[in-house]
């Protein structure tokens, strides 16, 4: 039987208050397919983990989310980066590593992908 963990020990376990970035991305299926959703995200988590950056530490560390629905509903996949709070347009699989790599890695968002805009402050505890 699959032991159930605690909130605060799947916390621990996915390295919850370590990262420096948290995305989301639309799944569809209203701004895309949900064919073009569901091979974006995979092709997310995949460049995630290869580059080192989902379940891990560090300043280029980030946490990742499918969602089902970010309000637009037009010109998906849409994804957000938080805290920048940066909004992409038309992220389907084939420009997910270009943006990991520019934005996630380099801190250099794509500005011709970018449709809003809106950053949080960064917390602090
Ligand atoms: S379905 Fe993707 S933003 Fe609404």
Redesign the pocket.
Known sequence: MKEILSPAEMAEKLLIGHYSRHVFL???????SAEA?AKAWEVLKDVLKRRNLSLATGPCASYRTK????????G???LVVYPEGTYYAGMTAERIPEFVERHLVNGAPIEEWIFARNPLPRSTP
């Open positions: 639309c799944i569809g299926d209203a701004c895309c959703g969602v089902q629905c970010l309000r637009v509903c037009s998906g996949p849409i």
